[in-house]
């Protein structure tokens, strides 16, 4: 349980910043945005994967 919560605060402290530099980068804030979802569906993959089917 703790390693969910270690990698969710990770997370809260990087994206913002990934997304700002991306902002700053192209001077585009939809760019920024567009930039985390790749990583929202790469989660929901992994999420799908480990969860029993079962449940």
């Known amino acids: ?3 969910i919560n ?3 605060q990770l997370s ?10 991306i902002n700053d980068l192209t001077r585009v804030a939809y760019l920024g945005m567009m930039s985390i ?3 929202l569906l790469l ?6 994967w480990i969860v029993p089917k079962n449940i």
């Open 6 to 8: 270690s990698i969710g």
């Open 37 to 39: 979802a790749p990583l």
């Open 12 to 21: 809260g402290i990087v994206i913002p910043m990934l997304v700002g530099f």
């Open 1 to 3: 349980m703790a390693a």
């Open 43 to 48: 989660g929901v993959a992994i999420v799908l």
